[in-house]
């Protein structure tokens, strides 16, 4: 029987501790799959013909006023869950779901709450009517931070973890410290020999620094905090892969997605509005490194092609 209580502890440490009760990736991610699902409700705007259809998780209703602003004219559906069993993915599958059973949209825009306006949201649409809704399966906006930005995956070098702990220390960071301690203390026991990086996080010293890591796979846009899908596609069943627990997600959509097209559309958002930005978050996050690298080796073909 597992003892979940250290993995929502506000405690990075009691975080780590709590994976030391899986003997092997197997036994995490089989946790991970049986996680229970948070109650989600649904509720939508008054506006929009429901041609474009805005999915938004949110419990935030100061962020679902300002969001009405930002996506004016749209049909939106807001995804209300939250508390220890939230699971993104899980809110975004049930408000695609909802959009396809409720109206009849030609795309579905899945974004987070915490955005600002930039282009107004008739430019959203124009430039969603350029597109041809069977020539493309994923849509990203123009690029931003946190949004449409560029990523690497690496295969690390064995002294990596132990290096990037050690980093950590020195420059006082305790992001970095804990997830380079989950690393060293898991990565072997979890056969998780794959890290995706942002290029921002690699700063100027990014050349230097991928040698370091250790070997660059692939290198790829993630669509972040916002992307659009076609119908056809948000059809064949889950848009996002339900076992990650609020990280990854977005990664493994990028990286298995093949027919992908940016736009002219520029939206704002803040990072780590609604989930926090926190070590002991990133403790978490690390169980979803565990299942990418379980992903990426079932699924070979996808780095191949990623490049």
Not at 111 to 137: A, I
Not at 224 to 253: M, T
Not at 254 to 270: G, N, Q, V, W
């Amino acid at each position: 029987m597992v003892d979940e209580s250290k993995f929502y502890s506000n405690d990075p440490r009691e975080v780590l501790d709590f994976y030391e009760q899986f003997e092997n990736r197997e036994g995490l991610i089989s946790w991970m799959r049986e996680r229970p699902t948070a109650e989600i409700k649904i509720k939508e705007s008054e506006t929009g013909d429901g041609e474009v259809v805005v999915v938004i998780p949110s419990i935030n209703e100061e962020y679902q006023k300002r969001v009405l602003t930002v996506f004016e004219g749209l049909k939106v559906v807001f995804v209300i869950s939250g508390g220890k069993f939230f699971n993104y993915a899980r809110s975004v599958n049930a408000g695609v779901r909802y959009a396809l059973e409720n109206f009849s949209p030609s795309w579905i825009v899945v974004s987070n709450d915490d955005v600002y306006k930039v282009d107004q949201s008739k430019v959203l649409v124009d430039e969603l009517s350029t597109l041809g809704g069977s020539d493309v399966e994923l849509v990203y906006a123009d690029r931003g931070k946190y949004h449409s930005y560029k990523m690497y995956l690496f295969k690390i070098a064995e002294y990596f973890p132990e290096m990037i702990v050690k980093f950590g220390k020195i420059t006082r960071n305790p992001i970095i410290t804990v997830q380079g301690e989950a690393y060293a203390r898991f990565w072997k026991r979890f056969n998780t020999p794959y890290l995706a990086m942002m290029e921002s996080q690699m700063g100027p010293l990014r050349g230097p620094l991928k040698k370091i890591i250790g070997e660059e796979v692939a290198s790829f846009y993630n669509v972040g905090s916002f992307f659009i899908i076609p119908r056809w596609v948000a059809e064949r069943g889950n848009v996002l892969d339900p076992i990650f627990i609020n990280s990854h997600e977005d990664v493994w959509l990028s990286l298995s997605t093949r027919k992908k097209e940016f736009i002219r559309y520029r939206i704002r958002e803040d990072f780590g509005g609604t989930l926090g930005w926190t070590p002991a978050r990133f403790a978490r996050v690390f169980c979803n490194e565990v299942y990418l690298s379980y992903l990426l080796d079932t699924h070979v073909e996808i780095i191949k092609g990623s490049n």
